[in-house]
Structures are given as structure tokens and as C-alpha cells.
């Protein structure tokens, strides 16, 4: 996984100048963090049932063009190798600014697990639990919510620029 979003850092290019979005935006790595937890959370759901110990087996590296630019994520596997991610098809190379738009929704809307598994099941067509959702929204969308530690004051700043 991706290290967590730099917030002041993000601020401050968006302060000298820099674009929120776009090709060399300042949104690209939320983007990348936050389609990386989704395939986490996808493998998760994809290994809950079975009794197997063990199944992850790594990551492997994957780039998609998107309207923030090209993206190169960390996608997750399975030792069986029968993980299939649903956000992404094999060899798919590029998203829509529809998909982009909702993730980044997901995020921005401080949504409950339970809410961000019926928006996947809405744009994906996919049945991702709650739980395996937050197994992942925990380690990247927790520490932004009031009341955390972290770099929180920042991320409302950055939600009110959205």
C-alpha cells in the first residue's frame, strides 16, 4: 500500500499553484490510496470464507491512465491466483471519470462501511461486506476523522476546497 496522503504538503502545492486535478493534480495520490484500499478490501472479501491460512501472496504492480494521470498501483494477489479484481478488469488500462468521481465520493463523504459497500455494489455491480471494507477504510480514512490523530485538521481544508 501507498503511504498515507501528505496533507500539508497537498495544501501547500495547491497554495503556490498547483492544479487539484488533472494530470499532475494534487488529487492523483487520493485517487491511487483510495483504489488501492478498494483492492485490498476486494482480495479481504475474496479470502473470508476460506479456511486456507495464508492466502495473500503479495502485490504486484499495475498502471492505469486516468483523467489524473497515469496511476501505478499495488494490486493485491491471492496464492491460488483465482483473486479477480472487480474496480479493475485483467489488463484494463484506463477508468472513467465516473468511477474516479464516486471513489473519490466515498472518501470525501466520510461514509459508514456499511454505506461505502452499497456504493461499490452500486457502481460495480459487486457484493463487497462491510467488514472487508474496513479493513482498509480503517488504515486510510479513519485517521482524517475528527476526533483522530493525524493530519485530520488538514483534510477538512482540503474537503472544503473540493
Known amino acids: 500500500m501507498t503511504e498515507p496522503i501528505n496533507f500539508d504538503k497537498a495544501l ?3 497554495q503556490s499553484g498547483q492544479a487539484i486535478s488533472g494530470k499532475d493534480g494534487v488529487m492523483a495520490p487520493l485517487l491511487k490510496q483510495l483504489t488501492e ?3 485490498e478490501a ?4 475474496h479470502i473470508a470464507d476460506d479456511a486456507v491460512p495464508d492466502r495473500k501472496h503479495g502485490e504486484f504492480r499495475e498502471t492505469i491512465n486516468t483523467s489524473e494521470g497515469r496511476i501505478a498501483l499495488e494490486t493485491p494477489s491471492d496464492r491460488a491466483g483465482t483473486f479477480k479484481p472487480q474496480i ?5 488500462t484506463s ?3 465516473e468511477i474516479e468521481t464516486k471513489i473519490l465520493s466515498m472518501y470525501g463523504r466520510g461514509m459508514s462501511y456499511s454505506n461505502i459497500s452499497e456504493h461499490v455494489q452500486e457502481i ?5 461486506s462491510a467488514a472487508a471494507i474496513s479493513v482498509n477504510t480503517d488504515k486510510n480514512i479513519d485517521p482524517l ?3 483522530s490523530s493525524g493530519q485530520n485538521k488538514h483534510s477538512l481544508d482540503m474537503i472544503t476546497i473540493l
Not at 88 to 92: L, P, S
Open 145 to 147: 476523522k475528527p476526533g
Open 42 to 45: 476486494e482480495l479481504e472479501s
Open 88 to 92: 479493475f478488469k485483467k489488463h484494463q
Open 124 to 128: 460495480y455491480s459487486i457484493s463487497v
Open 12 to 14: 501547500k502545492a495547491i
Open 95 to 97: 477508468v472513467s471519470d
Open 37 to 39: 484500499a478498494v483492492l
